[in-house]
DNA sequence: AGTCCTCACCGG
DNA sequence: AACTCCGGTGAGGACT
């Protein structure tokens, strides 16, 4: 039986709870304990949780490891409805919903702090000023449900609110377990790339000497890591840069270019991933980012501090499983274009893609006479937006042979051109500002009112008739054209059906992989929007692979229905990240 | 002193 | 082959 229960936290760590109907109307009186963790520990039958905030309320749970199956996060679903109905800078949190619903001032959102290393229960907002009773929780909740049956497809939108719940409940989860990583290690590989520290936290033996390197070649004293510097130095050798970008020095011929490039390189690694950030973010064989569920508007994590999304290659051999575990690594193969075959039922390209084989082979097989590269840049190049070059080449040959994938991501683009909405596979919608420029800039140029930071507006709705505002120095703006910044939220809107929908799919993954893996001792421990990692003893490794597949499978039939589009992962179990693919 | 911006890199 | 989509990060520097 499916058992739904709400819970609202007291003060003093108490807790009041109530059982819902089928309905998600209560179904008994809101009863009060003294224990918020023994109210819930005490009911296992409970399979659903709904509260405000996963994490107001997980985090205390994960400290007495009490875990839950499911739950229903009230401001995240308000987060994804108000963008489903183009009121995306409303503010989300319970409070605001419940003005909107009784007709009082919206409170606007508390500020979200940053993140500190170390932190072992972050992004706390202030409680008393977001906290509702459970009775008004429960009138905001019903709100949503029918907010919901509102929707184009409320079946997925009623997917998409619990997957992102359970996406919130595996980042919690994650977040706790923290990525096993080797100090030593890691050192041992600052020590061969940079050489040893000198005191005093200046640059590293091997960065001194590649510096010196740049300015004996320019003939005078040249700091690498000042782009101005380097532009003016080359200026004075008669070369003309217009950025110090890697792809743009390589091309030129200079003696100072090699050091200089291997100085940014190396530089990067000190600067991002150097013994201060092992000191600040790997504490006792973990290093314990702090993934936020749904923290873009494509629906992508993001993780606060330490970077744990921008890991660099050379890094990942710190990342070493326990003695007697494994790391099972799994990347999922091509998902952008199954993702794009599967939204957009393009015959052809759902032929291809209902193989588990190389797509991007299979595409060039069908289109390209076998070129692999070229087809992959077509198609990245078509879901990206590309403007020039051997994508918009590729693009034509593309066009023709799965025209209805290509027709998909055109009117995407076209809709966010004209600041229409526009929304992924399970109806995650992107701001018709978004792409380009701030929101409000946008807003102001696409002739959308903005809705006001306090109290009192109620009309916020999409209105892109003038073109008011145009006037402002952001510029750009040709009479009969689309502005660059609307070009540029085409682009965005493009990519967003493509990628948010691979993100839709990407939780209703993880959410299966973490089904799978509660009678195991296996946790999941990383995840970056089309790889997951999954630390387990050795024994379990092969149980594990095949959960992936499982839930890979499972998460495209529950995302995108019925379609042959198939989901295939490369798996490798290691005990070192560096030794996957 | 604190805030905001740009640059350039990392990952997908 | 070219630099198109996303976001996080830190340093430097301009500004209040």
């Not at 990347?331 to 193989?355: F, H, K, N």
Request: glycine share 10%; net charge negative; proline share 7%.
């Amino acid at each position: 039986m499916a058992d739904r229960w709400a819970l609202a936290p007291a003060e003093d760590g108490g807790a009041d709870l109530a059982p819902l109907g089928p309905d998600g109307l209560p179904a008994g009186p809101v009863r009060r304990e003294r224990d918020l963790v023994t109210a819930v520990r005490d009911r296992p039958e409970v399979t659903r949780w709904v509260w405000r905030s996963t994490a107001e309320v997980y985090p205390r749970l994960l400290d007495a490891e009490v875990r839950v199956e499911r739950c229903y996060d009230i401001e995240d679903a308000e987060t994804l409805l108000l963008g489903h109905e183009g009121r995306h800078g409303r503010p989300h949190s319970a409070a605001a919903a419940l003005a909107r619903l009784r007709g009082g001032a919206e409170p606007p959102d508390p500020p979200q702090r940053a993140a500190e290393p170390g932190a072992q229960s972050p992004l706390f907002e202030p409680r008393d000023s977001v906290r509702l009773p459970l009775e008004d929780l429960l009138a905001v909740y019903a709100d949503q449900q029918r907010r919901h049956e509102a929707t184009a497809h409320p079946g997925r939108m009623r997917l998409l609110t619990a997957a992102e719940s359970a996406g919130m409940l595996v980042a919690a989860e994650m977040n706790r377990a923290g990525l096993p990583w080797s100090a030593p290690v890691h050192r041992e590989v600052l020590r061969e790339l940079l050489g040893e520290r000198y005191a005093g936290g200046g640059e590293p033996r091997r960065l001194a000497e590649l510096a010196d390197e740049v300015s004996a070649a320019f003939g005078r004293r040249v700091r690498p890591d000042l782009p101005a510097d380097v532009i003016k130095a080359f200026a004075q050798a008669g070369i003309k840069v217009r950025s110090t970008r890697r792809w743009e020095l390589a091309s030129v011929d200079h003696p100072a270019v090699k050091p200089l490039i291997e100085y940014k390189k190396l530089y990067r690694i000190w600067v991002a991933h150097g013994w201060t950030w092992l000191q600040d973010w790997v504490r006792d064989g973990r290093f314990r980012p702090e993934f936020l569920a749904g923290g873009t508007v494509t629906g992508r994590w993001v993780t606060n501090g330490g970077g744990a999304l921008q890991i660099p290659k050379v890094i990942r051999r710190a990342v070493v499983a326990d003695p007697g575990w494994r790391l099972v690594v799994a990347d999922a193969d091509q998902m952008e274009p199954r993702v794009l075959a599967a939204i957009s039922r393009d015959p052809g390209l759902m032929e291809v893609a209902g193989r588990e084989t190389d797509l991007y082979q299979s595409v060039s097989d069908h289109a390209f006479s076998g070129d692999r590269a070229q087809a992959k840049i077509a198609v990245l190049g078509a879901v990206y937006g590309q403007t020039s070059g051997d994508g918009l080449k590729n693009l034509a040959a593309l066009r023709r042979r799965f025209p209805a994938a290509v027709a998909y991501v055109d009117d995407a683009a076209r809709a966010g051109e004209e600041g229409r909405l526009v929304r992924t596979w399970l109806g995650r919608t992107c701001p018709p500002a978004a792409g380009a420029g701030t929101a409000e800039d946008a807003a102001e140029e696409a002739g959308i009112p903005q809705a006001p930071g306090g109290p009192g507006g109620d009309d916020a709705t999409g209105d892109p008739d003038g073109a008011g505002g145009s006037g402002g120095p952001g510029g750009g703006w040709l009479p009969g054209h689309a502005s660059s910044d609307a070009r540029a939220r085409g682009r965005f809107a493009r990519n967003f059906v493509v990628q948010g929908s691979a993100a839709d799919w990407a939780l209703l993954l993880l959410a299966a992989l973490r089904r799978a893996c509660v009678p195991l001792a296996a946790e999941l421990v990383f995840f970056q929007h089309d790889e997951v990692i999954v630390h387990c003893p050795e024994e379990e490794a092969e149980t594990v692979v095949a959960a992936i597949r499982e839930a890979a499978e499972l998460a495209g039939r529950l995302t995108f229905g019925a379609t042959p589009v198939r989901f295939p992962f490369t798996t490798a179990v290691v005990e070192c990240y560096a030794d996957a693919k």
